[in-house]
């Protein structure tokens, strides 16, 4: 029983490592990443208190290095994801009626363990298994998701603050509580954070959890739920399973206890997602919640006044940094015509001094895409445009997959500005630039407002402030997180809360207090003191 209004630790942004040589965390990493790399694990589903194996093997392989094996999961079917189900209906009740402070002590506790002594664990399996270099591992397996399990904290006590007025004789009070059923987390590979943040932000509103993460992510995943064991969280509350995306949504989306799913990944998968919920609505208990972040063709808007140093970099930035295979990744750019020729000398100079390799070689900038299908895909758009008289390749253009599945920085300068590249989303380290007439601003800012479905992360580069002012509004609907003079990547948790809207989801802001509301469902009270005993109004009574 709770017997006071708890006052949470203030959270603060986990500072970012820098691993540079000599430093004593680079030691460490380097260190946990040769003794993870060395052993081959065996990883389980996790479902209620149960480690399940089903013998039905499936490997575990490097990016950078897929001949080498890092273990195997235990690939399940219907029959788990049922179990799945049943383990977390049956830990519901008290979940739910823990004291929330109680359940807040386990994600905080989780997120101390994983500043501490599991920082270079998790930082070493995300390296391993998705090919993220250390300083991209660090940034989002150990700071995005310390400051997901911070912060959510706070902002749960927020939400539960927010209470009505009350009138004389009334006390009028609100619950904000868990929703009625189960919620499937449906995680991507591209970051180890949003993979641990979708099911626990909706574990710490006391709801229950079904996780499906992405297959290529399933070596972090699985650390993920070791550390929220070990940080104290009860059996059935999260129950992780590894089942093909059909299989499992056969099975949950006609379940007449599903309550929401939290996801994040392809447009297309979301969008038959609701399709599928919409076709069964009539089968439960309650309108389930729908958040979703479903990707991006995110774009970079340089006006005549930019910098052009600032604006290469922001350039080759976002669109590089872990491969392009992020979200918010530039993979549009559009160049005003008297910056063009000194742009672009930078990016190629940048571009020369790239490093390309596994992560254990501190030194490389640029891994390898997660797997052969996003390889050949990529491969693809690369082998289109060297056949295409609408683009030109100006750097890069090369890939390999015989060892891992690298492919190489590439620019595209396309003189269509409808060209495929600059409207579909690639997922890769490509990006394609237009260069506009230096005095055509404003039509080119209807151009990047049309040309793509999406509208996540967008960035506009200008010393001109009349110019930043009207992007900004103009834009005002392109990109739910907006940059000016910066790359539009890298959004902090409780600085920039992220999310977008149109094709690139619900809009729901991870890391911020709208998200965690989304996973609470409010009963007002009200409670008066001194009932009416005399059902007469004053008005009913006669004239005199």
């Given at each position: 029983?709770a017997?006071?209004f708890?006052k ?6 986990e ?6 040589p000599?430093s004593p ?13 060395s ?5 389980p ?5 149960d480690e399940v194996?089903t013998?039905?093997k499936k490997?575990l ?5 897929h001949?080498?094996?890092?273990g195997?999961?235990?690939e ?5 994801v049922?179990q799945?189900i049943n383990a977390?209906l049956a ?8 004291s929330?402070e109680?359940?807040?002590s386990i994600?905080?506790?989780a997120?101390d363990?994983l500043a ?8 070493a399996?995300?390296m391993?298994?998705q090919s ?7 940034i989002?397996s ?6 997901f ?5 706070q902002y ?11 009138s004389?004789?009334v006390?009028n009070?609100?619950e904000?509580?868990p ?5 499937f987390?449906?995680t991507?590979?591209?970051f180890?954070?949003i ?8 574990a710490?509103?006391?709801?229950v959890?079904v ?5 290529t992510?399933i070596?972090a995943?699985?650390m993920?739920m070791e550390?929220?064991?070990e940080?104290?969280l009860?059996d059935?509350?999260i129950?992780?399973?590894?089942v ?22 392809s447009t297309g998968?979301f969008q038959n997602?609701?399709r ?7 089968k439960?208990?309650?309108?389930p919640r729908?958040?979703g972040e479903t ?5 970079i ?16 930035r976002?669109a590089?940094?872990y ?5 918010s990744a530039?993979?549009?750019a ?5 910056l ?6 930078y ?5 020369k001094t ?8 501190f030194?490389?900038?640029i891994n390898?895409?997660i ?6 895909k ?5 082998d ?13 253009g090369?890939?390999?997959?015989s060892k891992?599945y690298?492919v190489?920085?590439t620019?595209?300068l ?5 060209y ?5 989303e ?10 506009y ?5 404003e039509?080119t ?8 479905p999406?509208?996540?992360?967008g960035?506009i ?8 002012e009207l992007?900004?509004k103009?834009?005002s609907?392109?990109?739910g997180n907006?940059?000016?003079n910066d ?7 409780g ?6 809207a149109r ?5 729901d802001?991870a ?9 609470v ?9 001194v ?14």
């Amino acid at each position: 029983m709770a017997t006071g209004f708890f006052k949470v630790p203030t959270p603060v942004n986990e500072p970012v490592k820098s691993y540079a040589p000599g430093s004593p965390e680079r030691a460490e990493l380097q260190r946990t990443y040769k003794e993870l790399k060395s052993k081959e694990v065996d990883v389980p589903m996790h479902i209620g208190g149960d480690e399940v194996r089903t013998g039905n093997k499936k490997p575990l392989l490097q990016p950078h290095d897929h001949q080498h094996i890092l273990g195997y999961f235990h690939e399940g079917d219907a029959s788990h994801v049922e179990q799945a189900i049943n383990a977390a209906l049956a830990a519901r009740e008290f979940w739910a009626n823990m004291s929330w402070e109680h359940r807040a002590s386990i994600f905080l506790k989780a997120a101390d363990l994983l500043a501490g002594p599991w920082r270079a664990r998790l930082n070493a399996a995300t390296m391993l298994g998705q090919s993220k270099n250390a300083y991209q591992a660090e940034i989002d397996s150990a700071c995005e998701l310390i400051d997901f399990l911070r912060f959510n904290v706070q902002y749960a006590t927020e939400i539960y603050q927010m209470q009505p007025e009350s009138s004389p004789g009334v006390w009028n009070r609100m619950e904000h509580r868990p929703l009625e059923g189960f919620v499937f987390a449906l995680t991507p590979f591209n970051f180890t954070a949003i993979a641990g943040n979708l099911p626990t932000s909706v574990a710490l509103m006391g709801n229950v959890v079904v996780w499906k993460p992405a297959n290529t992510q399933i070596y972090a995943a699985q650390m993920i739920m070791e550390l929220l064991k070990e940080a104290g969280l009860p059996d059935g509350v999260i129950n992780l399973v590894y089942v093909d995306g059909p299989t499992a949504g056969d099975v949950i989306f006609k379940h007449a206890d599903f309550a929401g799913i939290h996801f994040t990944g392809s447009t297309g998968v979301f969008q038959n997602i609701w399709r599928t919920i919409g076709e069964n609505i009539h089968k439960y208990k309650t309108y389930p919640r729908i958040v979703g972040e479903t990707g991006g063709k995110d774009f970079i808007l340089a006006h005549s006044s930019a910098n052009a140093r600032e604006l290469a970099t922001g350039i080759v930035r976002g669109a590089f940094e872990y491969q392009g295979q992020k979200c918010s990744a530039a993979s549009r750019a559009y160049v005003p015509s008297n910056l063009w020729d000194e742009v672009r000398q930078y990016v190629i100079e940048d571009l020369k001094t790239f490093k390309m390799g596994p992560p254990e070689d501190f030194s490389n900038f640029i891994n390898a895409v997660i797997d052969e299908k996003s390889f050949d895909k990529i491969a693809r758009y690369i082998d289109n445009a060297k056949n295409s008289d609408e683009v030109e390749i100006i750097a890069g253009g090369g890939y390999d997959k015989s060892k891992g599945y690298f492919v190489e920085p590439t620019v595209l300068l396309s003189h269509n500005p409808m060209y495929i590249t600059m409207c579909e989303e690639i997922f890769g380290p490509v990006i394609s630039i237009y260069v506009y007439d230096e005095n055509n601003f404003e039509e080119t800012l209807e151009l990047v407002n049309s040309t793509s479905p999406y509208a996540l992360t967008g960035a506009i580069f200008g010393r001109d402030r009349y110019a930043v002012e009207l992007a900004t509004k103009k834009l005002s609907n392109a990109a739910g997180n907006f940059y000016i003079n910066d790359k539009p990547t890298g959004a902090v948790v409780g600085q920039q809360p992220f999310g977008g809207a149109r094709a690139s989801g619900t809009n729901d802001k991870a890391g911020s207090m709208l998200n965690l509301l989304r996973w609470v469902s409010a009963r007002s009270i009200k409670e008066t003191f001194v009932p009416p005993v005399d059902y007469r109004y004053p008005f009913l009574g006669e004239d005199k």
